[in-house]
T-cell receptor, first 114, second 113 residues
Framework: NAGVMQNPRHLVRRRGQEARLRCSPMKGHSHVYWYRQLPEEGLKFMVYLQKENIIDESGMPKERFSAEFPKEGPSILRIQQVVRGDSAAYFC????????????FGSGTQLSVL | SQKIEQNSEALNIQEGKTATLTCNYTNYSPAYLQWYRQDPGRGPVFLLLIRENEKEKRKERLKVTFDTTLKQSLFHITASQPADSATYLCALALGGTASKLTFGTGTRLQVTL
């Protein structure tokens, strides 16, 4: 049973470009969470999605960031017009249901903005 | 404001000793608390969960305590091994949904021979 798959592992973008981060949850999991981790800082919650629904986006910046989890395919975290401050490790986690307390994390995408 | 504090300094211990890591929190009333392990360049891996009405939880060489009066959790690794070297994160949940997990910054543990 494959774990949570994230790609790419490393993504380099120039300021003003778009970044797309993909996450395939564990088989049987329909709940996806995105976290951001800056150096020397803890993981910060960004957004919680179920298939085709955004459940909680209280951690998402108001502009330039969006997330989706379509009926078919992976969850996508999209960052438009990236700035240097967006450079961070972005982790996706999944769980089989929203009441499940344990999260299964992917290996993350390291975004570097030049 | 709400805050989770873990010792930012690395903890260095000798193989075979017990490692004790601390997680303190303020202005939270968590339903449960979790501990995760994170290796460099990897995502966190779940280790243990302890609920607000539980005092202690064990799993193999791991033990977690939860004191809601002191607002503190202690994480112990007995008979530590070099393979236990990693960063350990505590995370708090408010209510019943994992979406509200708030993480501490973690404590790096280094176990030497």
């Amino acid at each position: 049973n494959a774990g949570v798959m994230q790609n790419p592992r490393h993504l380099v973008r120039r300021r003003g470009q778009e970044a797309r981060l993909r996450c395939s949850p564990m088989k049987g999991h329909s709940h996806v969470y995105w976290y951001r981790q800056l150096p020397e800082e803890g993981l910060k919650f960004m957004v919680y999605l179920q298939k085709e629904n955004i459940i909680d986006e209280s951690g998402m910046p108001k502009e330039r960031f969006s997330a989706e989890f379509p009926k078919e395919g992976p969850s996508i975290l999209r960052i438009q017009q990236v700035v240097r401050g967006d450079s961070a490790a972005y982790f996706c986690a999944s769980s089989p249901n929203g009441a499940n307390e344990k999260l299964f994390f992917g290996s993350g995408t390291q975004l570097s903005v030049l | 404001s709400q805050k989770i504090e873990q010792n930012s300094e690395a903890l260095n211990i000798q193989e075979g000793k017990t490692a004790t890591l601390t997680c303190n929190y303020t202005n939270y009333s968590p339903a449960y608390l979790q501990w995760y392990r994170q290796d460099p360049g990897r995502g966190p891996v779940f280790l243990l969960l302890i609920r607000e009405n539980e005092k202690e939880k064990r799993k193999e060489r791991l033990k977690v305590t939860f004191d809601t009066t002191l607002k503190q959790s202690l994480f112990h690794i007995t008979a530590s091994q070099p393979a236990d070297s990693a960063t350990y994160l505590c995370a708090l949940a408010l209510g019943g949904t994992a979406s509200k997990l708030t993480f501490g910054t973690g404590t790096r543990l280094q176990v030497t021979l």
